[in-house]
Nanobody, 129 residues
Framework: VQLVESGGGLVQAGGSLRLSCAPS????????IGWFRQAPGKEREGVSC????????YYTDSVKGRFTISTDNAKNTVFLQMNSLKPEDTAVYYC???????????????????????WGQGTQVTVSS
């Protein structure tokens, strides 16, 4: 079971990037997918989440209105569209999957590190001022 991320890079402040997260060995249908980020010297924080149960989404306050989480039609890939990027968005970004057993009622909420079962390798996002 793997999550493969792509899409990071270097961008100027105000620019955009789109991160992708694709599963290998499982389907997203029974999972919540979260995006996390970790800046140097800081703890990993949950940024956004999407629930496969009801397709609800969550964003932490600092990215609301700038980031959008979505899936493709087949739910094979999860995207994090990041617009109006700021230098403080600089971090390694990780996607992660949280298993939701069949019948679970789950609406997207702030993703917490300990709740997630599988992690991607991380992708660097650097925003220059």
């Amino acid at each position: 079971v793997q999550l493969v991320e792509s899409g990071g890079g270097l961008v100027q402040a105000g620019g955009s990037l789109r991160l992708s997260c694709a599963p290998s060995g499982f389907a997203f249908d029974e999972y919540a997918i979260g995006w996390f980020r970790q800046a140097p010297g800081k703890e990993r924080e949950g940024v956004s989440c999407i629930s496969s149960v009801d397709d609800t989404t969550y964003y932490t306050d600092s990215v609301k209105g700038r980031f959008t989480i979505s899936t493709d039609n087949a739910k094979n890939t999860v995207f994090l569209q990041m617009n109006s990027l700021k230098p403080e968005d600089t971090a390694v970004y990780y996607c992660a999957a949280r298993y939701l057993p069949i019948g679970t009622s789950y609406s997207a909420q702030k993703p917490l590190v300990y709740e997630y079962d599988f992690w991607g390798q991380g992708t660097q996002v650097t925003v220059s001022s």
